[in-house]
């Protein structure tokens, strides 16, 4: 049987046993050489690793600034398609950098236009590559870094389509025990989540039988300028094009679907919904038939028929700015908001307690959780006990594109519909002309 997947291609129904992708890929893995990590034989405790960063807009900034202020880390290398944000990053950088006694960037780590990264991860002041370039591009920008033999430090989403997931999911299997390789999942490394979290898989508010997840927030800033090329445009406008972010879901939305997963221990069997453009008419270079949804509505079927709701907007909407989950279970009611607060409500109260009372599960601070994900990552590096998230980050990843896949086809998606999906963008973009 054949339907419209997100990118307009066919999409199959198959029967592939659930988290088949997972063993699938392990065997394409094999056999495929990568430079040994240096770094456990170089580095003594008190030495800094150098970063090297691939993508330095916004989250490469912050990301970049966090790793200084949390960890032993040096900014090394920078690259950028654009000159004008390498230009910017050396400033902010070098200027940060001094502050901590490290000294400038070296000019010749500096890389501008499209293949750039090639030589930032070949570069020996380069132990640990952050990837904080558009999801399009991260399968190749994490493959390159693993075959480098550098740690990652790889931003969410993995990737925007299927065929890039599994491209990821193998550079992760090549990575296994020779390098390190986090996703952007900062809210995993709250205390307020992370107890949450733990209480319900304890049993506390027993079964789940039913979430609601929800991600509302503002409009996203246009990038134009008068006289840039449509690819410019377009690339400069990334978070508004399926193909390069993935939609809002799989870009945005991503870290609450993350949290459903987490609590479930599960991908979902399967997705339906519709989402669409209300208020999203145009943006400048980005093709019609592209444009990012402004707001989605789904239902997630996990094992056991449990059902969640997921629902988002991404428009003016000064009003009101929320990211969180709800847990139902036979028990009790779990909840966990963005901005605070994380509580457990049970149904038989406690001694000292009225119904209803919530107790309080910790302090939500994710800003504070970058930087404790950032040491943990560092920590592993330098002790030389590797940690790799691709395998959750891959399967998070494929949760927000069967919700994309559900409301482009108007159709129930199952997972292993999804997976035998030719779900793959594979744009023909000519980016050598940016210079
Ligand atoms: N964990 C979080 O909470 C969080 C928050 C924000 C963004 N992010 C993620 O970080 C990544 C970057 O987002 P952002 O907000 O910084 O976007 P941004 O547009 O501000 O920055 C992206 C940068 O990548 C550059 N770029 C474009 N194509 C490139 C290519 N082929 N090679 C190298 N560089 C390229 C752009 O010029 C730009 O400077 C995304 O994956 C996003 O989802 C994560």
């Given at each position: 049987?054949?339907?419209k997947?997100?990118n307009?291609?066919?999409v ?37 690793l ?16 966090e ?6 880390v ?13 230009k ?12 901590k ?12 236009g ?19 370039s558009?999801?399009y591009?991260h ?8 075959a480098a ?17 599994m ?8 990575a ?5 390789v ?11 989540y992370?107890n949450?979290?733990?209480?319900i ?5 027993g ?23 449509d690819?410019?445009?377009?690339i400069r ?8 972010s993935?939609?809002?879901i ?5 870290h609450i ?6 609590a ?12 669409g453009?209300?208020?999203?008419k145009?943006?400048?270079?980005i ?21 969640v709701?997921f629902?988002s907007?991404?428009?003016?909407n000064?009003?009101?700015r ?5 847990f ?9 908001m963005?901005?605070g ?12 307690q ?8 910790g302090k ?5 959780a970058?930087?404790t994900?950032m040491k943990?990552l560092?920590d592993?590096?330098?002790s030389?006990?590797?940690e ?12 927000s594109?069967i919700?994309?896949m ?14 035998k999906s030719n779900?793959?963008w ?9 210079g």
């Amino acid at each position: 049987m054949k339907e419209k997947s997100s990118n307009g291609t066919a999409v199959e129904s198959s029967s592939l046993p659930r988290r088949n992708f997972v063993k699938k890929a392990a065997t394409i893995g094999a056999g495929v050489t990568i430079l040994p990590a240096s770094t456990v034989f170089t580095y003594a405790a008190n030495s800094a690793l150098g970063l090297g960063i691939i993508g330095l807009g916004g989250r490469g900034t912050y990301d970049g600034g966090e790793f200084l202020n949390n960890t032993d880390v040096r900014i090394a290398a920078l690259h950028d398609v654009f000159e004008d944000k390498v230009k910017a990053a050396q400033a902010n950088f070098d200027r940060k950098c001094e502050a901590k006694g490290y000294g400038k960037i070296p000019e010749s780590n500096l890389f501008k236009g499209h293949r750039g990264f090639e030589k930032l991860v070949a570069s020996k002041d380069v132990d640990l590559v952050l990837v904080t370039s558009p999801p399009y591009f991260h399968p190749e920008h994490l493959e390159a870094s693993v075959a480098a033999g550098k740690h990652v430090y790889l931003e969410k989403p993995v990737a925007t389509d299927v065929a890039g997931c599994m491209r990821v999911l193998k550079a992760g299997k090549q990575a296994d025990g020779k390098v390190s390789v986090h996703v952007g999942f900062q809210k995993r490394y709250d205390e307020g989540y992370r107890n949450t979290i733990n209480r319900i898989h304890a049993g506390e508010i027993g079964a789940i039988v039913l979430g609601q997840s929800f991600y509302y927030t503002n409009d996203l800033g246009r990038q134009n300028k008068p006289g840039m090329s449509d690819l410019e445009s377009r690339i400069r406008n990334w978070v508004f094009d399926m193909a390069l972010s993935g939609d809002i879901i799989v870009e945005q939305n991503i870290h609450i679907v993350d949290v459903v997963n987490w609590a479930m221990k599960s991908h979902p069997i399967k997705a339906s919904g519709s989402a669409g453009r209300a208020l999203r008419k145009q943006v400048d270079g980005i093709p019609a038939s592209m444009l990012t949804n402004d707001h989605y509505m789904l239902t997630y079927t996990y094992p056991g028929d449990v059902h969640v709701s997921f629902t988002s907007n991404q428009f003016r909407n000064k009003g009101y700015r929320q990211q969180g989950e709800r847990f139902f279970g036979v028990d009790g009611f779990a909840e966990t908001m963005q901005s605070g607060p994380a509580t457990i409500t049970l149904n038989q109260v406690r001694e000292g307690q009225k119904t209803g009372d919530r107790m309080d599960a910790g302090k939500v601070d994710l800003h504070a959780a970058v930087g404790t994900k950032m040491k943990a990552l560092v920590d592993s590096i330098k002790s030389g006990k590797y940690e790799n998230q691709v395998e959750q980050g891959v399967e998070t990843t494929l949760t927000s594109i069967i919700g994309r896949m559900a409301v482009t086809s108007g159709r129930e998606i199952t997972w292993d519909r999804m997976l035998k999906s030719n779900d793959n963008w594979n744009l023909k973009l000519n980016l050598e002309s940016l210079g």
